[in-house]
């Protein structure tokens, strides 16, 4: 296993200068303005439909046969749908505002750290919203879900924390190990699917697509730290992740609104 090797102290991610960083600015304006239009549009136009979540607590020793569950609390879908397009849409404005130069910065050391803060809180909603639709309703599955695809995140974090610019060596093993806390969440929901007796096709169509999405996320920071082609500069996978999270948060939020949420 490679480790970890403290940068040059004059180093910067390759790819990142004025040019691209300009850039950049302009994409996050522009998906500042489409997923706070996508949110306000979802929040006007969806109906009030929720899913409900719910509990059961054993009622005797190990092996009591448990209750049936309990309704807990009622999810209303339209609000979720905007809450994740609306922390995108934040998370690009500062970047694009007041703190774009913090965010040059870090992406000059190789390292977005609004990325990682807003993904762990917008994906694990994501991620919770395909699990209710794979009817995973109970809420200790929900916490666990919740706290596998935030391990996932923040395993990305630590991947750029501990590959600065300037390394000799370049170690793999955080990425490894959020691949397997990320792989969680999607074997539960496939054993809910597979298990079910009748899934909506627009389920299966969110299953997929979202799958793809989830996973070109991976593919993005692997191809970015083995510097195959055009990942070698940090930049170009930068933009990739602006896409990519346009593109994930989009689909979702419409995928959901045609097939259950139109008002």
Not at 39 to 49: K, N, Q, T
Not at 52 to 78: K, M, N, Q, Y
Not at 86 to 112: F, K, P, Q
Not at 237 to 263: D, H, M, P, R
Request: hydrophobic share 55%.
């Amino acid at each position: 296993m490679a480790t970890h090797a403290s940068p040059a102290p004059d180093s910067h991610a390759t790819g990142v200068d004025d040019t691209r960083l300009l850039g950049l600015k302009r994409w996050n304006w522009a998906l500042t303005v489409l997923h706070a239009v996508q949110a306000v549009a979802v929040l006007v136009l969806a109906s009030d439909f929720a899913i409900t979540l719910s509990t059961s607590f054993p009622e005797g020793p190990p092996g009591t046969r448990i209750p049936a569950p309990t309704d807990l609390v009622d999810v209303r879908i339209s609000v979720a749908i905007a809450v994740f397009l609306a922390l995108a849409a934040l998370d690009h404005g500062l970047t694009s505002t007041v703190m774009r130069g913090r965010y040059e910065a870090g992406l000059r050391a190789g390292i977005n750290r609004f990325r990682w803060v807003e993904y762990s809180v917008s994906a694990t909603i994501m991620i919770l919203l395909i699990a209710l639709y794979a009817g995973i309703t109970q809420m200790n599955a929900v916490i666990a879900i919740a706290g596998a695809n935030v391990a996932m995140i923040l395993f990305g974090w630590l991947q750029e924390q501990m590959n600065p610019p300037g390394r000799s060596v370049t170690t793999m093993l955080p990425f490894w190990f959020g691949c397997v806390a990320g792989a969680v969440p999607w074997i539960v929901i496939t054993y809910n699917i597979v298990g079910a007796d009748t899934v909506p096709g627009f389920v299966y169509g969110i299953f997929v697509s979202l799958f793809v999405f989830f996973m070109s996320f991976a593919v993005n920071q692997y191809l970015q730290y083995r510097e195959i082609g055009p990942w070698r500069s940090y930049a170009f996978g930068e933009k990739a992740y602006l896409v990519l999270s346009l593109g994930a948060k989009s689909a979702l939020a419409w995928q959901i609104f045609v097939g259950s949420i139109a008002g």
